[in-house]
């Protein structure tokens, strides 16, 4: 699904979005550069954000697995 998240004729705005996160969380002269996976990744000093696809990803199934499986519970 990545792939095709990639294809998307909106995924250069994802890609200005994030870079546009990235320097709001580490400082406007983070070092930003896009993932191998997709998304991007940053870096200021000793910090850093992982805001690639995969990252993204997992970040959004671990906020939303108790109520997943709430749900299969009922």
């Known amino acids: 699904e990545a792939a095709?998240?990639?294809a998307d004729p909106r995924y250069?705005?994802?890609l200005d979005a994030l870079r546009d996160q990235a320097r709001r969380?580490?400082?406007p002269d983070a070092q930003v550069q896009e993932a191998a996976a997709g998304g991007i990744t940053?870096?200021?000093g000793s910090r850093?954000?992982?805001l690639s696809l995969p990252a993204?990803?997992?970040a959004?199934?671990?906020r939303y697995a108790?109520?997943?499986r709430d749900l299969w519970q009922e």
Do not use: F, T
């Open 4 to 6: 095709k998240l990639r």
């Open 12 to 14: 250069p705005a994802l």
């Open 25 to 27: 969380l580490l400082g």
């Open 42 to 44: 940053a870096s200021r």
């Open 48 to 50: 850093s954000v992982d």
């Open 56 to 58: 993204l990803s997992n």
């Open 60 to 62: 959004a199934m671990e």
């Open 66 to 68: 108790g109520e997943v």
